[in-house]
């Protein structure tokens, strides 16, 4: 395949310049302005900052790929850490895992059983889980089991837990997205659903799958993310939605479905990383640096190519 | 064998060549109170294809249908390969040899080649897709049909003509022995029908059984060994080809004979009002202008072979693609009262000019609204958006009454009805809104027999009522029965003008080819 037949249509990963490039601009930009920057320290840090969302997108481009969205799992996040604080520690995992699994299947059925619009269904779930894990921990505190704390502790050959968190999880999604049937058929189902389902694919089953795994991307992220400060937090989450619709469309998932790859996820959710570290390190107050986000989230979907699949 | 034979020489039964595969013996089906098909008895055999035509609502759909797997049968037996068996999905067809080629294909875009032909049953290798597997079978399903479509290029890549051959494909790769392609020109142009033809012969000398579901009689005659026809859910006859010709098999498919199917003309009168004058348009997509002029009271059709520019002539008139160059007037019902029509489609609708696109379901039916609402829209054409709509529920049901809007209802969304139906409906929505002047591009594209000669019935009346009518038609013997006068249109430019009462199919062939030696001055 030519450089130019890649530009044009690069298969279904909507890998293109831009996608690619963002984050490497980024990285040369802030190596000569960012102080500090170009350190091990720092890029541990990024590391850290950006593992919890790409747990996050990872789950949002698998839904996005089928042609759905899900706004609700920041709040997945935000009941993970409510309830690995608030139960027995050795149920604390397989608690979260649970809720996670409700949580999906309830927006996944309501998407796909009663076709409530996804953005209408997440948001509602989105929204009704906020109140629930403030419910359940009305105040951030809590002991985190340490067996949690110990798993993002560890350094390994020299490199952090958070990395090795990141590799496992881009290796599972990658080989669950490019080499597993169920992978195959999302591709299908985001394109297309009523021709995926004359040709036997299980559209509602698969769709389902797709909302579940989402909400596990979340509960790992909760997990990863309350066991990094020791201490949980009810609302913990509440950008993670946007911001890992944010970093999928940067990496060239198309919203619209049937087009998206994990290497662009990570891509994206890089570029975002290093805009927050970058304006951290430079000293751009938070509040500009969540109105940059949303201006991100335009720009990123707009540039996309409006057209459907394959042009 | 001897009971089949003694039959052969009356029965229907006698049409199929080669081994029985498949029979329906005596098969119905309802939807609610319709009976789609009543003790509908036929069998197909080995390498041989079977055309299965008739009417839109005929029933040719709802029985391969039923073989597809898509529906099941309330009544009757199926029987393959002399076994009765339930078809309960489209996968246990699949599962049973049967691949069906739906008219509207069903390749997803963003897969590739192989990965569609093998969507639903890919290969495993360890629990994950054996990718090499999976493109060695397709390479061999595309190397049968000596298709050179690599199995690795994305479906999105591919024309239309490719997509249906790798929808053969994939049916050769499931070792299917019994093919349905429903209506599988319909989106081909010539040369891929070519191709198509050669395919269809593979698959027989392969043995395998084709259902050719089409209303086209020429590819019936061409392609076709034996054909059933189906009327009103019966099974009507089967023949081998052979023995029919196309005046026979029309009238076995509409019950009436060919020569009513165009409306009776009236001879022009030798000093016609113009309605429209058209003069040196330029169509943007073409060099050449075009000077014409539409009367009162006539069709006129613009023909010639296809991407010669009848189509950029009539949407430069509509204002869709406005032209480069040239002007339009419309003359008023007044003597004297002309009006300068300027180049955009708002204009045109608002000065009485209805347009009627090729693609009615893109460019201009509304598919969820109902057939009341598509309709009103026409009565909208000259009102203010800030007046409170007039629409005459009324009048739109005598409307489609006096049209003959086979539904269930004007409440019925018009993505529904079949296309003769939606034709109805769109030029129904020009008549509702009082236009006189209409420019239809195939006005009977996708339109099955029965209502063909309804909607030339309609045309015809609209002009006789004092309205002009400008068509551009692929087919020739369209232009030919309907038209009053007939332009012929090559590369642009008008070369040969046509009285549609004398002229014939090779003068205006022999214009479209050449360019005309016997042309007549162009009005």
């Known amino acids: 395949m030519s450089i130019r037949q890649m530009i044009r249509f690069p298969g279904r990963s909507g890998l293109g310049l831009v996608a690619l490039g963002i984050p490497v601009v980024m990285f040369v930009f802030l190596g000569f302005t960012a102080p500090n920057f170009a350190t091990v320290q720092n890029y541990a840090n990024v590391n850290a900052q950006i593992a919890a969302l790409l747990l996050v997108a990872l789950g949002q481009m698998i839904v996005a790929v089928s042609g759905g969205i899900d706004l609700s799992v920041g709040s997945v996040l935000s009941l993970t850490s409510a309830i690995i604080v608030s139960v027995d520690p050795a149920l604390a995992v397989p608690a979260a895992l649970m809720a996670g699994l409700c949580v999906g299947l309830v927006n996944g059925i309501g998407v796909t059983v009663f076709a409530v619009h996804p953005l209408i269904m997440t948001l509602a779930s989105m929204t009704f889980l906020q109140g629930l894990a403030l419910l359940i921990l009305p105040v951030p505190g809590g002991d985190v089991p340490d067996y949690l704390e110990a798993l993002v502790r560890f350094t390994f050959l020299g490199l952090p837990a958070a990395f090795y968190w990141c590799v496992l999880a881009v290796v599972a999604t990658w080989v669950l997205t490019s080499r597993t049937r169920f992978g195959l058929r999302i591709f299908a189902v985001g394109a297309n659903d009523l021709n995926a389902a004359r040709n036997g694919v299980n559209v509602t089953m698969q769709r389902i799958t797709c909302y579940v795994l989402c909400s596990f991307g979340g509960v790992l992220a909760g997990l990863f993310l309350s066991a990094r400060v020791a201490s949980a937090e009810p609302t913990m989450g509440v950008q993670y939605g946007l911001e890992s619709v944010t970093a999928i469309a940067l990496g060239g998932v198309l919203l619209a479905g049937g087009i998206g790859s994990v290497p662009g996820v990570i891509a994206g959710t890089v570029a975002l990383g290093l805009m927050t570290n970058g304006m951290n390190l430079i000293g751009v107050s938070p509040f500009i640096r969540a109105a940059a986000t949303g201006l991100l989230l335009l720009s990123a979907v707009s540039l996309q190519p409006r057209k459907t699949i394959g042009a | ?523």
């Not at chain 2, 029933?59 to 049968?73: C, D, F, I, Y």
């Not at chain 2, 049973?96 to 080629?101: A, D, E, K, L, V």
């Not at chain 2, 026979?248 to 001879?267: D, F, H, K, N, W």
């Open chain 2, 1 to 523: 064998m001897s009971k089949d034979t003694e039959q052969a020489v009356s029965g229907p039964e006698k049409a199929s060549p080669g081994r029985t595969l498949v029979e329906f013996a005596g098969i119905s089906k309802r939807f609610g109170s319709t009976a789609a098909l009543t003790e509908v008895s036929l069998r197909g055999g080995h390498g041989s294809v079977h055309a299965v035509t008739g009417e839109n609502g005929a029933g040719k759909s709802t029985l391969m249908n039923l073989l597809a797997g898509v529906h099941r049968p309330d009544g009757g037996t199926l029987r393959l390969r002399g076994d009765a068996v339930t078809l309960g999905s489209p996968q246990d067809a699949r599962r049973h040899g049967i691949s069906t080629i739906f008219q509207e294909l069903t390749l997803l875009p963003n897969l590739t080649v192989a990965e569609n032909m093998f969507l639903g049953r890919e290969p495993l290798r360890f629990g994950l897709i054996d990718r090499r597997a999976m493109r060695r079978a397709a390479q061999a399903a595309l190397d049968r049909l000596d298709s050179r479509i690599s199995p690795d290029t994305y479906c999105a890549d591919l024309s239309v003509g490719e997509q249906q051959m790798v929808e053969i494909a994939k049916g050769i790769a499931a070792e299917a022995e019994i093919f349905i392609l429903d209506e599988p020109t319909a989106a081909l142009n010539a040369p891929e029908v070519e191709k198509l033809a050669r395919l269809i012969a593979q698959l027989r000398a392969q043995g395998k059984l084709i259902f050719y579901i089409s209303h086209r009689l020429d590819e019936i005659f061409r392609f076709c060994d034996v054909v059933s026809v189906l009327k009103d859910g019966k099974h009507v006859a089967t023949h081998p080809t052979q023995e029919l010709d196309h005046e026979r098999l029309v009238a076995l498919m509409v019950g009436r004979e060919i020569g009513t199917l165009y409306p009776e003309r009236r001879p022009q009168p030798t000093k016609r009002q113009p309605r429209l004058v058209v003069e040196a348009l330029a169509p943007s997509a073409f060099g050449c202008a075009v000077s014409f002029r539409l009367s009162v009271g006539e069709i006129l059709g613009l023909a010639g072979l296809e991407g010669q520019g009848q189509r950029a002539i009539i949407r430069a008139l509509a204002g869709i693609e406005p032209p480069s160059a040239g002007t339009v007037s419309k003359a008023g019902r007044k003597s004297g009262d002309v009006e300068h029509l300027p180049a955009s489609i708002v204009a045109t609708a608002r000065a009485g000019v209805g347009f009627i696109p090729e693609d009615r379901k893109i460019e201009g039916l509304y598919l969820p609204l109902s057939i009341r609402q598509n309709v009103a829209l026409g009565m909208l054409r000259d009102q203010s958006i800030w007046q409170r709509a007039r629409i005459s529920g009324n009048a739109i049901e005598q409307l489609l009454a006096k049209m003959r809007v086979v539904s269930a209802g004007s409440g019925q969304a018009v993505g529904a009805l079949s296309g003769g139906n939606q034709q109805k409906v769109m030029i129904g929505r020009w008549l509702a809104s009082g236009v006189d002047v209409l420019l239809i591009e195939e006005p009977t594209r996708g339109v099955d027999v029965g209502a063909k000669a309804e909607i030339y019935g309609l045309l015809r009346e609209f002009a006789d009522a004092g309205g002009a009518v400008l068509i551009t038609s692929s087919e020739l013997t369209e232009v030919l029965g309907l038209c009053d006068r007939i332009l012929a249109v090559r590369g642009g430019a008008l070369v040969a003008e046509f009285t549609g009462t004398e002229a014939t199919e090779e003068q205006v062939m022999h214009a479209a080819l050449t360019g005309g030696i016997e042309q007549e001055a162009v009005a």
